[in-house]
């Protein structure tokens, strides 16, 4: 095995090899440049209309040099001191300046070109590798202007397989050759897409997967010899030819322990060959735990340096109180513990082991390794409890809407969620309504799915921790050992103020939202009762309410004015949404008149379609860290 090298950069990631496993003359090339201390970006204008548009671009908050204009232009130099040179002129002049200098796009820094007009702006070279295409797009923005941007992957909407690493967080081994890999991807060719992990780069692979690429969730199911590029997030080690790029999310965490002394090159050697033995990239560790004993031992932080990851030692109490599947006498006797590398895997990881203790012998001195992978990005079967929104399909989160895509199986409140949103469902996606379903036949439903580690999205009305029920869902499940996350929605409050055209607070009058419901079938503690709540008179939202609006009008009019202004909102962004205004003392029989008694959300208060008032936010004579 080769030693290992990294680097650590303005990206915050970190580039390993291993023989054999990574292409490292592409990955070292690919990110050499970056380990000098560059600057950021420099403008060079030609002219005094050029050296206009740079001023205009600094006063708009781009943060870079300038070339003032009788500054001769080293263009050598620039390559060598900045990331990005951003001229401003003639396309023509721009490559006359820097074709003596380009070497390849592995090395050349991001060069882009921009009219003095500031019309039009081209990345020129090191447009994907050197960034100049993210930053054209950033240019472009600030002026208005059309970015002009040729690169397959972008101009064809697919996947910058070099860029995924910097953009999620994972680090990339390659087993072929990067760029012929990337254009058989480009290319159409087919892909295999292994995923063995679960985070923010999985869920948008999934989400927006190309018609050439099939989604695997099992190496030994992917057939090799019919693809021609397997794509692969994974912490685990694999063979599948020179046709592999492998990205390595830090999901494992390492349990460790070692004797006094234990020598530092040793240790690191075992460790990464027992790794691999057991078929773990070293790319893919997240952290080292050990015993607070421990904290200061040389090997140890040798071992975490050299992976690129924090040393965490942990108390011995803590460790102490986990059942762990080899505990040992000697080392309670030792640490206080029984055990140190399973427990504080165990504890890193919130899970169990994936590797349980392995001795292993560096020079004279015994040490212990064991792993477990990180439980929120462990591939299995998971529940994401997603807010669908106040209705529209358009106002589901981009999140919401990724794992609606990627989701196996998707229990709606159909009583609360219109169907459409699960239309966002993939091809093979089973989708059920629990509006029907008690507690039980709901968990039941999901816990089908989870057992066989496939994702379910729980799609409930709103922002489902808003009345959305879930608590006793969460309860069952941690019963059950089902993992499960929260993807936040718009609540139907704040449709509404939209939907109103109304700021819910006023400037030095109401400054308070109160989210209550009435008394119905569910009590509401006395402290909470609306009487008590109305004596603020802030903005009120009365959600579930609309059966109750004799009680709740008549509790409001004990505090608020008779001629308070109200908003009854059915069905907020539905096709079928409706609202009426009234005053406080017509609440009940409007509600009335319009038989309404489901989806019914009253607002209540002097905010509703107020435009008296200024803020301090936008007083020119308000200064804060923005406007100093």
């Known amino acids: 095995m080769k030693k290992s090298f990294w680097i650590c950069s303005d990206r915050l990631f970190s580039l390993i090899y291993l023989s054999g496993v990574c292409s490292s003359s592409y990955l070292l090339s690919r990110y050499q440049k970056i380990i000098y201390p560059l600057k950021s970006s420099i403008l060079i204008p030609f002219s005094e209309a050029g050296r206009q548009l740079a001023d205009r671009l600094v006063a708009l908050g781009f943060d870079a040099d300038r070339l003032a204009g009788g500054d001769a232009i080293d263009t050598a130099l620039l390559f060598e001191r900045y990331r990005a040179l951003v001229y401003i002129g003639a396309l023509g002049i721009c490559v006359r300046h820097i074709a003596p200098h380009l070497q390849n796009k592995k090395h050349d820094p991001a060069v882009i070109n921009i009219d003095v007009n500031g019309r039009f702006v081209q990345p020129v070279a090191g447009g994907h590798v050197g960034g100049a295409n993210e930053l054209a797009q950033q240019l472009a923005h600030l002026l208005g202007a059309t970015p002009v ?5 972008d101009t064809t909407q697919l996947w910058p397989l070099d860029l995924l690493p910097a953009r999620y967080g994972w680090t990339m081994e390659c087993s072929g050759r990067m760029t012929e890999l990337m254009a058989r991807f480009v290319n159409g060719e087919p892909t295999a897409l292994l ?4 985070d923010a780069g999985t869920l948008f692979l999934e989400s927006d997967c ?65 790794l691999v033995a057991k078929g773990f990239s070293p790319l893919s560790v997240a952290s080292v735990g050990t015993a607070m004993l421990k904290h200061d031992e040389p090997a140890l932080h040798a071992l975490a340096q050299q992976l690129g990851v924090p040393l965490v030692p942990i108390d011995e109490t803590i460790l102490a109180g986990y059942d762990t599947p080899s ?9 206080g513990s029984p055990s140190v590398a399973e427990a504080a895997a165990m504890h890193l990881s919130g899970n169990v082991p994936a590797v349980t203790k392995q001795k292993l012998r560096a020079g004279e001195k015994h ?3 064991a792993l477990a992978i990180d439980r929120d990005r462990e591939r299995r079967g998971f529940v994401e409890i997603v807010g669908a929104g106040p209705g529209d399909p358009l106002l589901v989160t981009v999140r919401g809407k990724m794992l609606l895509q990627s989701a196996d199986l ?5 009583s609360l969620v219109p169907v459409e949103l699960t239309r966002y469902g993939k091809a093979g996606c089973t989708v059920r309504n629990s509006a029907a379903m008690d507690l039980h036949e709901q968990i039941a439903t999901m816990k089908a799915f989870t057992d066989r580690g496939l994702l379910v999205v729980r799609l409930h009305t709103g922002d489902p921790c808003i009345y959305g029920a879930i608590q006793e869902q969460m309860a069952e499940m941690d019963r059950l050992g089902i993992p499960y996350r929260i993807t936040p929605g718009v609540s139907s409050f704040q449709a509404a103020a939209a939907a109103l055209q109304s700021q819910f607070t006023i400037p030095e009058e109401v400054q308070t939202i109160i989210l209550t419901r009435g008394e119905g079938r ?20 009365i959600f579930l309410s609309a059966t109750l609006a004799g009680e709740v009008q008549a509790q409001l009019l004990e505090h608020y004015p008779a001629h308070t202004p109200v908003a009854i909102c059915h069905k907020l962004t539905w ?20 038989q309404l008694t489901a989806t019914t959300l009253i607002v209540v208060g002097k905010a509703i379609d107020n435009r008296s008032g200024l803020s301090k936010l936008y007083d020119a004579n308000f200064k804060h860290l923005f406007r100093p």
Request: charged share 20%.
């Open 575 to 594: 096709k079928e949404q409706q609202i009426w205004r009234c005053t406080l003392d017509a609440l009940a029989h409007t509600i009335a008149q319009h």
């Open 149 to 153: 941007i040729t690169t397959v992957s």
């Open 327 to 335: 505990p040992s006498d000697r080392v309670q006797q030792v640490t």
């Open 195 to 198: 995923l063995e992990a679960r």
């Open 367 to 369: 040490a212990t390794l």
């Open 522 to 541: 569910t009590p509401v503690p006395e402290r909470e009762q609306l009487r008590h709540l109305a004596r603020s008179q802030s903005t009120m939202c």
């Open 410 to 414: 998707i229990l709606y409140a159909g």
């Open 210 to 274: 190309p018609p050439h690429v099939t989604i695997y969730h099992d190496a030994l199911r992917i057939p090799v010899d019919e693809v021609a590029v397997v794509l692969a997030v994974t912490p685990r080690v694999y063979d599948f030819g020179r046709k592999a790029v492998y990205y390595r999310p830090r999901m494992v965490h390492l349990g460790v322990g070692c004797q006094r002394d234990t020598p530092e090159v040793e240790l690191i050697q075992v460790v990464t060959d027992a």
